[in-house]
């Protein structure tokens, strides 16, 4: 019986420490700031005014890698959706790549904004 048990609790541990389970990349924790200082810097390059650029997770993916939505404000009112991804550490998004998706989502729309 012990043995059994034994055997029971090393196959439960060898399954929950496989691959397969929903918990994000390593790389994943950082992945939103470091789309958005690519997307800001790319901004910059190319003399592209903006007044702010919000980024966040959407739950999507493109080829494996994490979906990262941003809406950059270029005033008057007009904000203009960029979907980015990172390949090996460059960002990639929409504009370059039309095959990544960013279509309308309701990513962040619980996040309410306050201020003066």
């Known amino acids: 019986m012990r043995a059994g048990l034994v ?12 691959g397969g389970g929903s918990s994000p990349a ?3 924790a950082g992945v939103v700031p470091t789309v958005r200082s690519a997307l800001v810097a790319r901004l ?3 003399g592209i005014g903006y007044r702010w650029v919000a980024c966040l997770r959407n739950g999507r993916s493109f080829r494996g890698r994490e979906i990262v ?3 950059v404000n270029f005033g008057d009112p ?21 095959a990544i ?9 619980h996040i309410s904004v306050t201020g003066s």
Do not use: M, W
């Not at 055997?7 to 496989?18: D, E, Q, T």
């Not at 998706?101 to 729309?109: I, L, V, Y």
């Open 101 to 109: 998706p960013c279509h309308r989502d309701r990513a962040g729309f």
């Open 26 to 28: 390593p790389d994943s």
């Open 44 to 46: 910059h390059a190319k």
């Open 7 to 18: 055997a029971l609790v090393v196959v439960v541990l060898v399954a929950a420490g496989c």
């Open 78 to 98: 007009h904000i203009e959706a960029y979907c980015g991804v990172l390949v090996r550490g460059r960002l990639q998004t929409n504009h370059e790549n039309r």
């Open 69 to 71: 939505r941003c809406n």
